[in-house]
């Protein structure tokens, strides 16, 4: 009985293979589509302006938590406290420790945050592509090259994929920067409607 479940199984594993054989099939590397198009690239630049903006926040926190806790090494220092004075410093030491702490879990939701969301877009700009791709070359399937043991690399349409990522990329870039210059002006035009009339000459 096992054995027949086997041949089965086999069966089944050959047929599918054949099926997918008959097919036009495509693959696409995701990770070189993040790395090397112009859309992962002003993503990726997004994340990192994001990450020193906190990592910034911390380093100046963690370094004016440096300098109150060396103040508490100095006795001479702290012999010229007042009790009031040292308490206000102690106070502030514990401040900065928590707000080092809060920073530095806040650092790690807003970037697990955007990199959800960035996986997100970049997947659904790898699929839109791949599939103006597919329909140009008559391509069946498109898969991820991640989920592939072996490909041959003569059905790697990465660089394809990419290049029309990168014609999506610029057409999206320039339409925002006609909605900026739409806006800029029609902004000018307001603030010339409500400009004061000229004084009347004397």
């Not at 995701?30 to 090397?36: G, L, S, V």
């Not at 070359?137 to 898969?143: A, E, G, R, T």
């Amino acid at each position: 009985m096992k054995l027949k479940n086997l041949l089965i199984a086999a069966s089944l594993l050959l047929t599918s293979t054949g099926a997918f054989a008959m097919q036009n099939l495509g693959v696409v590397n995701f990770m070189t589509c993040i790395t090397d198009s112009k859309y992962g690239k002003s993503e990726q630049a997004q994340l990192e302006s994001i990450k020193k903006r906190w990592t910034d926040l911390i380093e100046n926190s963690e370094k004016e938590y440096k300098e109150v806790s060396a103040k508490f090494e100095d006795q001479e220092y702290l012999d010229s406290l007042s009790p009031e004075a040292e308490d206000e410093l102690k106070m502030k030491q514990k401040s900065l420790q928590e707000d080092i702490m809060q920073y530095q879990n806040q650092l790690y939701q807003v970037m697990n945050q955007a990199n959800y969301f960035f996986v997100q877009k970049i997947t659904a700009n790898i699929s839109k592509a791949s599939e103006k791709v597919a329909s140009e070359k008559k391509i069946d399937l498109v898969l991820n090259k991640e989920a592939c043991f072996y490909n041959n690399a003569k059905i790697d349409i990465t660089s394809l994929v990419i290049k029309e990522m990168d014609k999506d990329f610029e057409k999206e870039t320039a339409k925002a920067e006609t909605s900026k210059t739409e806006i800029s002006q029609a902004e000018i035009s307001q603030e010339k409607t409500t400009t004061p009339l000229e004084e009347k000459k004397e």
